[in-house]
């Protein structure tokens, strides 16, 4: 374990659902990551908060909103997604935003959109 | 823009045995960070080794050590005495000190032959 968990692990939605997916990390970091992992790709960086403040957002589609109501909680609040975005979403957490502090994963969430 | 570039979609080793995973990467920067990453099929993503760059010395951590050619910008992860646990995908990523996004490779697939 490395102290980032995610909820839930698996989830499966029709394109009209709204659905959110949580990550939660207990290591006293400040900055928080969403990636996306699609099958032969490479990770794809989503968003990055630091002490709750949105600092990157990767050209994301605006079906895909966060939220980072705490340095602790961080939430990808999902509607009316596109099969296309079916993939394992991983969150991250680092110390800081910085290089040289190690980022750690959760075990993803796996979003089927049917 | 800075790629990372894993040639070997699979490899397989027999237990006991070393196996060597290659990664090159591209940058025009000359400070950053390498990271090998394992993510086992329970899916929570590991940080295995970093090398930073300005270090000549090569990284190790117990049966896992690094080849780091800077000028030939490759960085290749050797794992000795492979055991089943160490079945993965393994992912090579760079970032540099620039706090930029983390920019990850394919990855490998590793099989560990009992």
Redesign the interface.
Known sequence: ??GVTQTPRHLVMGMTNKKSLKCEQHLGHNAMYWYKQSA????E?MF?YNFKEQT?N?SVPSRFSPECPNSSHLFLHLHTLQPEDSA?Y?C?SSRT????D???????TRLTVL | AQTVTQSQPEMSVQEAETVTLSCTYDTSESDYYLFWYKQPPSRQMILVIRQEAYKQQNATENRFSVNFQKAAKSFSLKISDSQLGDAAMYFCAYRSLRNTPLVFGKGTRLSVIA
């Open positions: 374990e490395t032969k790709k490479p990770l960086l990055v990157e990767n394992l991983l991250a935003r910085r290089t040289t190690t980022q750690y994963f959760g075990p993803g």
